[in-house]
């Protein structure tokens, strides 16, 4: 049975799962799930239409679900937020619901930590294992891929990219995208090197961070050598690792541009 405190209002649209906790002067609005286990804590606003899957929190203060922040929006039913099992979101951090324009959805994966203040706005979509430090900020339409970390007061431009497994360190201000695998800073952002640190925590094996060293270098560092012939020159004389495959797409399939050395 779900435990819901007195005084928390609950819409009579809300669909809750065993074992709900809603803690005291909550106030879930409209057509709101929540999934098996999920704990909602004191003062936080959850709008609907939103889906939260199982064994989820969120802490006091945060206010999930809200009307997307585009002078563009204008109301109506094509607006979602969905929020994978087991993700954190802590006080003060606000979720916007995606847009009839941008595909009417706005996505969280599973597993996600959104620390204090983190804003993510209208139609972003975010992978699983991310966790994203106090106040980093998401314009809207942004991708970020599995188990990337953006670091505190970090803010990303609308429609960047951030790719699986990379790092994104506090304060930076991103404006074109950064590539899987990689660590980039500053503002405006500039790779660095690869996630080292974090690539070994996530178990990608020694041969794939050395293919991974090699095509970092021939990429981002070699003088003379173009983006496009760079990409060539990998495929050429690296092995066809899923992980060198996956980085090469992600460049070709950039929009903003990528972020290069500083």
């Given at each position: 049975?779900?435990?819901?405190?007195?005084?928390?209002?609950?819409?009579?649209?809300?669909?809750?799962?065993?074992?709900?906790?809603i803690?005291?002067?909550v106030?879930?609005?409209?057509?709101?799930?929540?999934?098996?286990?999920?704990?909602?804590?004191?003062h936080?606003?959850?709008?609907?239409?939103?889906?939260?899957?199982?064994?989820?929190?969120?802490?006091?203060?945060?206010?999930?679900?809200?009307?997307?922040?585009?002078?563009?929006?204008?109301?109506?039913?094509?607006?979602?937020?969905?929020?994978?099992?087991?993700?954190?979101?802590?006080e003060?951090?606000?979720?916007?619901?995606?847009?009839?324009?941008?595909?009417?959805?706005?996505?969280?994966?599973?597993?996600?930590?959104?620390?204090?203040?983190?804003?993510?706005?209208?139609?972003?979509?975010?992978?699983?294992?991310?966790?994203?430090?106090?106040?980093?900020?998401?314009g809207?339409?942004?991708?970020?891929?599995?188990?990337a970390?953006?670091?505190?007061?970090?803010?990303?431009?609308?429609?960047?990219?951030?790719?699986?497994?990379?790092?994104?360190?506090?304060?930076?201000?991103?404006?074109?995208?950064?590539?899987?695998?990689?660590?980039?800073?500053?503002?405006?952002?500039?790779?660095?090197?690869?996630?080292?640190?974090?690539?070994?925590?996530?178990?990608?094996?020694?041969?794939?961070?050395a293919?991974?060293?090699?095509?970092?270098?021939?990429?981002?560092r070699?003088?003379?050598?173009?983006?496009?012939?760079?990409?060539?020159?990998?495929?050429?004389?690296?092995?066809?690792?899923?992980?060198?495959?996956?980085?090469?797409?992600f460049?070709e399939?950039?929009?903003?541009?990528?972020?290069?050395?500083?």
């Open positions: 049975m779900e435990k819901i405190h007195p005084t928390a209002i609950v819409s009579s649209r809300a669909q809750l799962g065993s074992g709900v906790e803690g005291p002067y106030i879930i609005e409209g057509e709101v799930t929540l999934g098996d286990g999920t704990v909602v804590d004191h936080a606003t959850i709008y609907g239409e939103t889906v939260i899957g199982p064994g989820c929190r969120i802490y006091p203060y945060a206010f999930v679900g809200t009307d997307p922040q585009d002078m563009k929006y204008q109301g109506g039913t094509d607006s979602r937020l969905e929020i994978g099992a087991g993700t954190r979101i802590r003060y951090a606000t979720v916007s619901r995606g847009t009839p324009g941008g595909g009417g959805v706005t996505v969280i994966g599973r597993q996600c930590f959104l620390m204090a203040y983190v804003h993510v706005a209208h139609d972003c979509r975010l992978g699983d294992g991310i966790i994203m430090a106090n106040a980093a900020t998401l809207g339409h942004i991708d970020i891929g599995d188990r970390i953006i670091g505190g007061l970090t803010a990303i431009h609308q429609f960047c990219r951030v790719g699986r497994s990379a790092i994104v360190s506090g304060t930076a201000g991103v404006n074109q995208d950064v590539p899987p695998y990689c660590l980039a800073a500053g503002a405006p952002a500039r790779l660095y090197s690869l996630n080292l640190v974090g690539l070994k925590r996530q178990g990608y094996g020694e041969e794939t961070i293919a991974l060293k090699k095509a970092f270098r021939l990429l981002f070699t003088d003379g050598l173009n983006l496009k012939d760079a990409i060539v020159k990998v495929r050429e004389e690296l092995p066809a690792l899923p992980e060198i495959e996956h980085l090469l797409e460049i399939q950039s929009s903003r541009g990528i972020c290069r050395k500083p």
